[in-house]
């Protein structure tokens, strides 16, 4: 640490980011004097620091792993010659967060990214994992732009049970909607919660999570690896260690982030994306990420590089693996390689090897049951679909890897939820007009409302459709779905209904079509009458105060991220 300001030398460990009592002389002795009060000797506070950003919290059981991975960080970042100081930031955690955690998604992003600027460190790893949380660390670390390391805690193992194995979350939508069928009875129901989650890590399967650890790995921000490692393995500590060892390397060479975060590195993101049949929420949040430092995700480019981007990973809710499994038959690394050719090879990770050379190390072991040759891919087109059209003009996500491919060309009568209370009110009301043809639409559940962007996209199959052996039906919304569902389900759509877009005119009765091939999104309704159904609308009312209000003024569309706008660099 400096112990006087005369130095021209920029300020490095605690001597950066001086308090402001306009005296900075006073500011570092005194920041130098508590620092003492630690117990840290004068050597260690002379070393550069490493942030820790630590999630771990209470309630969020994902990052049950966070307090000896810090360790673990902590552990390299001294053995290199630093000194580790770890703090705590929001964390987020799926089941735990009302209204959803992706309303407060954005909030843990400029908390991380307000410690990052204030705090006096050279460089950060990010301990994360649950499905928000890495995009938030991300999108903080992108606008900050000081070197920082992506370190995620890992996926959780399957449970065997029952002759079959388990783990959150897809089996956990599996199983409860065939209770909601009456296939499983309540005490069935009952075992299945106590082996979903058996371990720590965030969720087995190629959801959210899952997805994004891919795509920071493959952005940059960590080694390929590390995407798969799962959280109760040995090799997840040794992987902690490296990230503080890394992290003090960054110091003498800096690469930040902006530097990784580039059009090709993105580009490379969305193919990952496409062939891991990955997580729809993944989208936003590349897109939000992206969208921090310029780069701009364009939903027609994201269409076309799904039609020549297979499906390669045989992992739920598309196929039938875990993570473990994905791991286990060569991870990101063997996937890669199996892409090379559609890859941008030249582009730089934290170690400033290119995604070339990041690709040729390692085993050439791979396991075709899980990670597909391109000759026999899971599917030979990509996992996302961008629908545009009357009733999604900014455009809509459908992901076809998890869909039935029977109703991909669908025109039909739609039924109508008003938002979240309304569908909860009546899907399984026995009197409900629906059939199992029809078009179940639920609007006012947008990034603008109270509702924040659920992953209520999901629309359970009416109670009395269930039990007559309905599986799957046309289900569109303006929110989210979680990255472990599965089924025929159009979402995104944008502008939202609490924006004024066209989905807040929609009504129980009015005939929707979609077509797949055609990438078509209509609401089949006479412009005059549409004309006539917007005199009448009105938008919702905005919350009184708060982190709500401030969303409701802020938030942008999910084509846009849903980040806020005056945190994207043409909001400063
Ligand atoms: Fe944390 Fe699924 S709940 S990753």
């Not at 947008?446 to 046309?474: C, F, H, N, Q």
């Amino acid at each position: 640490m400096d112990d006087a300001t005369s130095s021209n030398q920029p300020p490095r460990g605690l001597g950066r980011n001086a308090a402001n009592y306009g005296d900075r002389d006073f500011a570092l002795y005194l920041r130098r004097s508590f620092a003492k009060s630690m117990g840290y000797s004068q050597a260690m506070l002379d070393r550069p620091v490493i942030g820790i950003a630590d999630t771990g919290s209470d309630f969020n059981n994902c990052h049950r792993t966070a307090p000896e991975l810090v360790e673990a960080v902590k552990r390299g970042v001294l053995a290199a010659g630093g000194l580790p100081l770890a703090f705590p930031t929001v964390s987020l955690c799926e089941p735990f967060l009302h209204p959803c955690s992706m309303h407060y998604r954005n909030l843990m992003a400029l908390d991380t990214e307000a410690l990052l600027r204030a705090q006096p460190m050279d460089s950060a790893v990010l301990v994360g994992g649950c499905d928000k949380t890495v995009p938030a660390q991300l999108m903080a670390a992108v606008s900050a732009d000081i070197p920082a390391v992506q370190l995620v805690v890992g996926p959780m193992l399957a449970t065997r049970f029952e002759g079959e194995r388990l783990s959150a979350c897809t089996d956990c939508r599996r199983y409860w909607a065939r209770y909601r069928a009456g296939e499983v009875d309540a005490a069935r129901i009952g075992r299945i919660e106590g082996n979903l989650a058996t371990t720590a890590g965030t969720c087995g399967v190629m959801g959210t999570a899952s997805t994004m650890a891919c795509l920071a790995a493959t952005l940059g921000f960590m080694p390929l690896e590390a995407a798969s490692v799962p959280a109760v393995h040995a090799d997840r500590l040794r992987l902690a260690e490296e990230a503080g060892a890394l992290a003090v390397r960054l110091i003498a060479q800096p690469v930040r982030p902006r530097e990784i975060v580039t059009p090709e590195s993105v580009e490379n993101a969305l193919r990952v994306l496409l062939a891991l049949g990955g997580s729809t929420n993944a989208l936003i949040h590349l897109t939000a990420i992206a969208g921090r430092c310029g780069v701009k995700v364009d939903l027609r480019r994201l269409d076309a590089l799904s039609e020549e981007t297979p499906v390669l990973v045989d992992l739920k809710p598309t196929g039938e693996g875990y993570m473990e499994d994905f791991h286990a038959a060569g991870g990101l690394r063997a996937l890669l390689r199996e892409l090379r050719d559609l890859l941008h090879l030249g582009c730089k990770d934290l170690y400033g090897r290119t995604l070339e050379q990041r690709i040729a190390e390692g085993p050439e072991f791979v396991d075709r049951a899980i990670i597909r040759a391109r000759a026999e891919p899971v599917s030979p087109v990509g996992g996302l679909v961008a629908l545009f059209g009357s009733l999604a003009p900014a455009g809509a996500i459908l992901k076809r890897s998890a869909a039935t491919p029977a109703l991909f060309e669908t025109e039909a009568r739609c039924v109508v939820f008003d938002g979240l209370e309304d569908l909860a009110a009546r899907i399984d009301d026995e009197a409900l007009d629906v059939t199992p043809r029809d078009i179940l639409v639920l609007k006012n559940a947008g990034p603008r409302t109270p509702a924040g962007m659920p992953e209520a996209g999901y629309l359970p199959i009416p109670r009395k459709l269930a039990r007559a052996g309905v599986k799957d039906m046309v289900r569109i919304s303006d929110c989210r779905m979680s990255g472990t569902a599965f089924g025929t389900i159009v979402l995104h759509v944008a502008p939202e209904a609490a924006a004024g877009g066209p989905l807040a005119l929609a009504r129980t009765g009015d005939r929707i079509r979609l077509s797949v091939r055609e990438r078509r999104l209509d609401l089949l309704v006479e412009e005059s009458e549409l004309a006539r159904r917007r005199e009448e609308w009105r938008p919702p009312p905005a919350p009184a105060r708060g982190w709500d209000r401030l969303v409701h003024e802020q938030v942008l569309q999910a084509t846009e991220g849903a980040d806020l706008a005056f945190l994207r660099p043409e909001g400063r």
